[in-house]
């Protein structure tokens, strides 16, 4: 049931139309989540909005190119804001579907004073937001391959002297490449060939962000790589990030279809780390002792 569900969630995504639905779906598991990160107040709020998409926005959300326009704002109690839809959309993924709720990764994080955080595959930022619910007191660098995401991130942390951002790809060489814009900003990829608009991009190494941002040595309590089918490749070249690994206390990685999951969690404990929890197709990994 859970597995059908998945794969209609994932189907609603590319279909703004069909979100609202999958939402009314899953109402009841949503909602004891939605209020504890709300409170009562903010979740009828949130309520409202998502009917009156269903309702009122559906040929707005449903027009070729519109699902990241601005519709209404939802503010968060915990400070940030949603603006689009595909926010709503990952909103839901981290705080409701609760994919990066791994107890031990909230213990760890809530208990240290200061840290660097490192997050690859950026996005709209929400995931950075997600953990200063956790710890305000982390200083952020993340990099973001599609500079229309980046540009969303890098609004949305204006100002905020804890968080940088780079328009960059991670992967397991540095290189140039041209991609394309695919319509769910969420699933961008440094391998996206067919789409919308052609753009280029810079495509580092792990090693090559940690030096650029002067991070080199310094521990880093969470890395988190989401970067849609790269981790692969990033393996495959492990001394593209075994240095990192190596000062490294927390890694979250999401592996995709296709990948070799064995292979990727072999390397993790030879590098010494354990593995803790898995979440779909999100992976936990701790470093032991």
Request: glycine share 8%; with cysteine.
């Amino acid at each position: 049931m859970f597995e059908r569900l998945d794969r209609f969630y994932e189907f609603t995504k590319r279909h703004p139309m069909l979100y609202p639905i999958f939402v009314l779906v899953k109402f009841f598991l949503y909602l004891p989540p939605l209020i504890g990160h709300e409170g009562f107040g903010g979740a009828a709020h949130w309520l409202f909005y998502r009917f009156k998409f269903a309702f009122h926005n559906r040929k707005l959300l449903a027009a070729a190119g519109l699902s990241e326009q601005p519709i209404e704002i939802f503010r968060s109690r915990h400070g940030f804001k949603l603006f689009c839809w595909i926010e709503y959309v990952i909103y839901d993924e981290i705080f409701l579907e609760r994919v990066y709720e791994f107890s031990s990764l909230r213990k760890f994080i809530s208990g240290l004073r200061s840290g660097v955080v490192l997050d690859f595959g950026v996005h709209h930022g929400l995931f950075i937001d997600f953990i200063q619910t956790w710890n305000p007191s982390l200083d952020f660098y993340g990099a973001e391959l599609s500079p229309h995401n980046y540009e969303s991130a890098a609004a949305r942390f204006a100002g905020n002297a804890r968080v940088t951002l780079l328009n960059l790809g991670i992967g397991g060489t540095a290189r140039d490449v041209v991609i394309k814009l695919v319509p769910v900003s969420s699933k961008q990829s440094i391998y996206s060939s067919e789409g919308g608009e052609p753009v280029a991009v810079r495509i580092i190494t792990a090693a090559d962000f940690v030096a650029l941002n002067q991070l080199t040595g310094r521990e880093i309590a969470l890395l988190k790589m989401d970067i849609e089918g790269a981790e692969t490749e990033v393996f495959e070249n492990f001394q593209s990030i075994a240095g990192i690994l190596a000062v490294t206390r927390c890694f979250l990685i999401e592996i995709h279809d296709g990948a070799n999951v064995p292979a990727i969690t072999n390397r993790l404990a030879v590098a010494g780390f354990v593995f803790q929890e898995r979440r779909g197709i999100n992976f936990l990994f701790q470093r032991a002792g």
